[in-house]
């Protein structure tokens, strides 16, 4: 199991981390953070020497009622982000978290080699064909909605089973256009309740049957910290937790704003398999 990044064959069989680089004043976790080149150097520094096979770069945020943002301000943060990152680190595997075609154009024509898009296409149904052109692997994650409107859409006749009805339908649709790598998300805190996403790990194993790789993101979420009664400040032991069972589950990436602790979970899950 492996993804092709710029030439570079990224091999799935041992799990890999992907540290959060966010470059948005308002996420939920560390918003406004990393706003000047310095900071942005030495975070990512610090989690390519913690272990970090790629940095997810995101220019939007998509916790739940963020408020919106123009395409042109989303390029406008993002693309200068992505030279100064390449410039002073140019081995680095640079994903970027965007649901707009033309955002993900430009930002793989400066240097990006993945694209995560939150909505699988849902937001632009011209993003299939741009990731298809442009010959990068897809992380397709599920959601409802969008942002703004996701918390009401928790919905679900027979929730695991409808996300892997959305899955198969995704990746056809992707198949079509001529994707090859693709990378599933199942999408915790999307559309989903606090009870739904700890269903959605229980039978987390279930999407090995799309045989493609799978991306968790528990990392501070509101999954967590609410149901310890504490905050996303002190929510990390409550990510290595989830990031241990979901390791256990099957899943291949974990996308974390903590590297260090993400991938000794990793090293400690592989020494019992």
């Known amino acids: 199991m492996a993804i092709n990044c710029h030439g570079k064959l990224i091999d799935l069989t041992i799990p890999k981390v992907m540290g959060i680089l966010n470059i948005t004043p308002n996420s939920f976790y560390d918003g406004g953070t990393y706003s000047d080149a310095r900071s942005i150097l030495k975070q990512v520094e610090k989690m390519l020497a913690e272990g970090a096979t790629f940095i997810d770069v995101g220019a939007y945020s998509s916790k739940p009622n963020a408020e919106f943002v123009s395409e042109e301000e989303e390029i406008r943060r993002l693309i200068p982000v992505i030279t100064l990152v390449l410039k002073h680190f140019p081995e680095t595997l640079i994903s970027v978290d965007t649901f707009r075609s033309n955002v993900a154009k430009l930002a793989v024509e400066n240097g990006a080699c993945i694209i995560n898009d939150i909505s699988a296409g849902n937001l632009d149904d ?35 089973k409808e996300l892997l009805f ?18 599933v998300d199942p999408g915790f805190g999307f559309a989903k309740t606090l009870e739904q996403n700890f269903e959605l790990l229980y039978n987390l194993e279930v999407f090995k049957m799309l045989e493609l790789p799978i991306l968790v993101g528990f990392s501070r979420k509101s999954m967590i ?14 990510t290595t937790v989830l990031n241990t069972i979901a390791l256990q589950k099957g899943a291949k990436i974990l996308r974390v704003h903590d590297v260090k602790e993400a991938v000794e979970c990793v090293k400690l899950c592989q020494m019992t398999c």
């Open 225 to 238: 910290y609410k149901s310890l009664n504490t905050s996303a400040e002190f929510a990390l032991n409550g």
């Open 126 to 160: 011209k993003m299939m064909e741009t990731v298809a052109n442009l010959h990068v692997p897809y992380i397709m994650m599920h959601m409802k909605g969008t942002p703004q409107t996701m918390s009401s859409l928790t919905e679900y006749e027979n929730f695991i």
């Open 166 to 183: 959305y899955f198969s339908e995704k990746v056809a649709k992707a198949r079509s256009f001529g994707i090859h790598d693709l990378i």
